[in-house]
DNA sequence: TATTGTTATACTCTATAACTATA
DNA sequence: TATAGTTATAGAGTATAACAATA
């Protein structure tokens, strides 16, 4: 549907196209935007099953990955308030996903581990998951995708970094080598 | 429900480290995540003299350049619902920075156009957006932050002709359906 | 005293529906 | 009948504060 709309744009301004940095190129907001509005809606399909969508996907991926063992470490790394992650761990463990457990190192924590279930269901989701992200790209070639995700990568871990909320994107070494180990 | 899960994946697994495709590196999710939230937290700042932040930062910036002048086509293309536009929109023209017009085409349509003083107001803003967009991407060295932000563009373009929402990125030259590219 | 997690409350944002005025 | 916009209401999501348990 092009609608032809006449005579739109009103009277006075003459020239739309605005000064040097104006270009909708550089709009990086309207693309972080339109971009995770995507997600939700590819990817938030995909993970559908899951108590809560992509929030619930990252949540188990996180912990089966063995990082951020606790709920305040998760709740940092994910950008969710502790409060609410609380109600999250509570319908991914009724969901059979996770566990609760306590930390003999310190007992106010909790760790929160997968199950098999929770393994197994996130591995194969995983692959699906990732598929919808290629999908997602796929206005770009394999090789462009990839310097994509690199690229991502590193501004989203060096912004990790500044906001010191946890640690950056540190390869995952060991899990509970926090206090023991 | 719970109980009789069997040691769900405690201390006996030495390597967190998951499956190929597991690596942190290939959660775009949580990257678009982070990138947003440090978005917010940055650019949001920055223009939280506007009624809405961002989002009336984005919604000048769309009727400045003089894409999408009707509230239904700003509301498609910022992901945003019609109901919450009119708001928004109350708040920009109580705030002088836009201007609601009848459309002699269209009388239901209501054509919204920037003030002199919204369009300067977002000219001067735009500079200081932009440069806290380039500090956000300070991981990256200028070459590949334009790779990266023409990577982003491209994919988010894409993203937004398979959602037929309105228009892709067409590049503003004039606003009576002139469709370029 | 500070921290982790929980709960309850209140607030913000968004979606749903109904209504108008135009087409 | 369908569309653009407005308004009102309800719902989901979120943050704030108070609390208990532990450090």
Redesign the interface.
């Known amino acids: 549907m ?9 009277t006075e ?1 003459p020239a ?4 040097g ?19 939700q ?1 590819t ?1 938030g399909v995909v993970v559908g099953e899951f108590p809560h969508a ?1 929030r619930g ?2 949540i188990l ?1 996180t912990v ?4 951020e063992p606790t709920q305040l470490a998760l709740a940092a790394r ?2 969710i308030d502790r409060t609410v992650m609380t109600y999250l761990i509570d319908d991914l ?2 969901a ?1 996903l ?2 609760r ?1 306590q930390n003999p190192a310190d007992r106010r924590a909790r760790m929160i ?7 197994r269901a996130f ?1 194969q989701l ?2 699906r ?2 598929a919808t ?1 290629d999908r ?5 070639d394999a090789a ?1 995708r990839e ?14 970094d ?2 010191a909320q946890t640690d950056p ?1 540190a ?6 080598g926090v206090e023991a180990r």
């Open positions: 092009t609608g032809d709309s006449t005579a739109a744009r009103a301004t739309p196209v605005a000064t940095a104006s270009d909708p190129e550089g709009d990086l907001g309207w693309h972080l935007g339109v971009m995770l509005r995507a997600y809606s990817v992509t996907y990252q991926g089966v990955r063995g990082q994910l950008g463990v009724a059979g996770v566990e457990r581990v997968a199950t098999e279930q929770g393994s591995e995983e692959l998951v990732r992200e997602l790209l796929g206005a770009l462009d310097t994509f995700r690199a690229l991502m990568a590193r501004v989203a871990c060096a912004v990790k500044v906001d994107c390869v995952v070494t060991d899990v509970l």
